[in-house]
């Protein structure tokens, strides 16, 4: 679903199925604006992406969501949180203020 929403608003969007994944197709890029990644992920959770992804690009941005309520108040997480469930204009908004005034590629 976010992902036809993002597409939606014109964002170029490559998706994974787990964090390990993810973690392949963020190597690929030189170029990236964004993450959006669940914090409960098979094989490699948010925190431990966000860890490697710090490794390889400090600087890009990640937006994480969750439906769990243990994650809403975590302290810990490396980049905001957008809880489960949402509506389209709420993830659009929260990506908005990451990119800020980057382009419109996540």
Known sequence: MARRILEGA?????????????LSILSEFTSL????ADIRMPNMDGWQLAAQLAKRSPRVPILFMSGYDVHLASA???GPLLPKPFRAETLLERL????????KSA
């Open 96 to 103: 908005n203020q990451l990119l800020k005034p980057e382009q």
């Open 76 to 78: 810990t997480l490396p």
């Open 33 to 36: 604006s964004a993450v959006v």
């Open 10 to 22: 014109g964002y170029q969007v490559r998706e994974a199925a787990d964090g390990v994944q993810a």
